[in-house]
Structures are given as structure tokens and as C-alpha cells.
């Protein structure tokens, strides 16, 4: 396939210096609006492009993937999780899929680290003290949180991004642990100082503070589920980067409320945007705008991903990070 004739669709204002390459490389139509696009713009999308570079807030579903255009031959996500496109239906169509990870491994991992200190420590609390200017001065009492040094950390998911929190974590001082599909090499597991439960209601009963950091799948749904979240400590503090999907949200809101687990720190959300008020008005919790993989090097890492993945493709070869279905 000749780089002129391919169409790409780009659905989101990608970093200047991404679409700068992306224009110079191929027929690209650029997003102006700083908005999603809606359902029908993207059906729209899907039926003028040879490639479409989509973000998790276009959802493609299987309706959507029946009303493609002919030529749409790949998605190049921009972003490594993957959960928002219907993988077993693109691949029935023929149409490869593929993200961008590695690059968002390392900024996931510092974020989830702010999290686990926000909640700890009350960071949020000594915030909003010192901007209302309520601050009376220092107190031997005042704000007191828990240390995290020599706690224990269950790791669910040690993929990149739960190898690299493991090995923060361990410069924190934190014990960790892990549960995962798939057992790490010994010689991993011993760089990381990292102890395996195969049993998840096992490592989740004993751990001071629980990190999400599994991609969502139809198998990791509610992992975290109303029956789960029960075998927490009251003094456990979950932690999520990952996809909201994970946890059961209302469950660890109603937990949250009622004093059973101590503490979350969350990045997303099963409702992407719309957060449950009752979650949102809990004093224990600390919410980001899923901003766990945004730094300005990320971003622009990401998109030169998405560039290698196309021009691969253009080019008649395999991408690198084509997803494979039988993995999810
Ligand atoms: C991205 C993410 O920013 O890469 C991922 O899977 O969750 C985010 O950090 C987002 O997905 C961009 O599409």
C-alpha cells in the first residue's frame, strides 16, 4: 500500500509536533475541536479512513465496526489499553488494532506512587487547608497520616506497569506483592522482591494497600467486587491507574462510606467521565482526571508509536504493537 493513498483519520488534537509528522507522512485529517467526536462523526470517520487513530473516548463497538468503510484496514490507538474498541469483531473484519505501550509504563507508575502518598498522607487535606488560609500553625497532631515504608503492597496485574510501581514502590520501602495471570520468572520475581499469590482473596485480605494496574478485559471486569473489596482490611487504601472497570465502584463507595476500607486514590472510573457524586463528596479520596500518563514526553511518545505503527503497516510490514485477541 503507497503512503499517498492512505487516509488517516485522527479523532482527538494530538501533540503539534504529532500531527506535523502525521501530515508530512500521510493524507491525515486532523482534529480541530478539542472535543470527543460524536458517535456519528466517528462512524463517519470510520467510513472515509484507511486508518483511523482513535483515544479511549471513542468507543467502536461492533455496530459501529459493521458500518466501516471498506478501507478501514487499522486502528492505531493512541494509548496502550484497548478496551474501548471491539477487538474479536475488528479482527472478524479484518481490521488490525494497535496501541501504544511501554511509553505510558514509567508515568503510570509515578502517578500511582502520588496516589498511594496522596491518600497516606493526607496531601489533599494539607492542600486545602493552605489555600483557604485556615492554616493555624504547626500542631503535633495535625494531619497525621500512616507511613508507607514497610506496608504491604498486592500489585493486581505486574505487567510493565505493575513492575515498574513494584520497583518504586520498594524504593518507598514497601513489601510487595502480587497477584497476575501468569507467574513472573523466578529470576523476575527475586529483581523485584516481589512475593506471588495465586489466590487473589488470599493477598487481598492481607495487603495495607491494594494497586490496580491489570488491563480491563472481560475477565478482570469487577475483579475487585463487592465480595473482594469485603476481605480488605478497614485500615487498606485501594489505588487505581488502570481502568475503573476493575473495581465494582459502587461497592468501594459504599465502603468507603461506611468506614470498611480506609482510603482510595482513583485516576478512572467506570463511568470515564461521570463520577458518582456520593464518590466524589467522600473526604478519604483522592480523584485525577485520569491524567496518569500525561506528561508532555508521554504524549509525544505516544504519538511517535502511533506514527511506527502506520508507517509499518504503509510500508507492508507487521506494526510492532499490533494487539493480539488471543491475549485479551
Ligand atoms: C491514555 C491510558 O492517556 O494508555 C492508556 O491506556 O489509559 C491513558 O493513560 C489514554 O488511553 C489515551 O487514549
Redesign the pocket.
Known amino acids: 500500500m503507497s503512503d499517498q493513498r492512505l487516509k488517516v483519520v485522527v479523532t482527538r488534537r494530538l501533540p503539534e509536533v504529532v500531527e506535523r509528522r502525521m501530515a508530512e507522512l500521510f493524507d491525515v485529517d486532523l482534529r480541530t475541536d478539542e472535543h470527543a467526536m460524536t458517535k456519528e462523526d466517528l462512524v463517519a470517520a470510520m467510513g472515509r479512513a484507511d486508518v483511523l487513530v482513535p ?2 473516548t471513542d468507543r467502536i463497538d461492533a455496530g459501529m465496526l459493521a458500518q466501516a468503510g471498506p478501507h478501514l484496514k487499522l486502528i492505531a ?5 484497548i478496551d474501548h474498541v471491539d477487538l474479536a469483531t475488528a479482527r472478524q473484519r479484518g481490521i488490525l488494532v494497535t496501541n ?1 505501550p511501554g511509553v ?1 509504563t514509567d508515568d ?1 507508575a509515578d502517578m500511582t506512587m502520588a496516589l498511594i502518598l496522596a491518600v497516606t498522607r493526607r496531601i489533599p487535606e494539607g492542600l486545602a487547608v493552605m489555600q483557604s488560609g485556615d492554616w493555624q500553625g504547626w500542631s503535633p497532631t495535625a494531619y497525621l497520616g500512616g507511613r508507607i515504608g514497610g506496608k504491604q503492597l498486592g500489585i493486581l496485574g505486574m505487567g510493565r506497569i505493575g513492575q515498574a510501581v513494584a520497583r518504586r514502590a520498594r524504593a518507598f520501602g514497601m513489601e510487595i506483592h502480587y497477584h497476575n495471570r501468569k507467574r513472573l520468572r523466578p529470576e523476575t520475581e527475586a529483581a523485584l522482591e516481589a512475593r506471588y499469590w495465586e489466590s487473589l482473596d488470599q493477598m487481598v485480605s492481607r495487603m495495607d494497600v491494594i494497586s490496580v494496574n491489570c488491563p480491563h478485559t472481560p475477565s478482570t471486569f469487577h475483579l475487585l467486587n463487592a465480595r473482594r473489596l469485603k476481605l480488605l482490611k478497614p485500615e487498606a487504601v485501594v489505588v487505581n491507574t488502570s481502568r475503573g472497570e476493575v473495581i465494582d465502584e459502587n461497592a468501594l463507595t459504599r465502603m468507603l462510606r461506611t468506614g470498611e476500607i480506609a482510603g482510595a486514590g482513583l485516576d478512572v472510573f467506570e463511568g470515564r467521565h461521570e463520577i458518582n457524586p456520593r464518590l466524589r463528596a467522600q473526604p478519604n479520596v483522592v480523584l485525577l482526571p ?1 491524567m ?3 506528561t508532555v514526553e508521554g504524549r509525544i511518545e505516544m504519538g511517535e508509536k502511533v506514527l511506527i505503527n502506520i508507517k509499518t503497516f504503509a510500508d507492508g510490514h507487521r506494526p510492532p504493537d499490533q494487539v493480539v485477541t488471543s491475549m485479551i
Do not use: E, R
Open positions: 483515544t479511549i490507538n493512541f494509548g496502550a489499553g501504544t505510558v503510570t485520569h496518569g500518563s500525561a
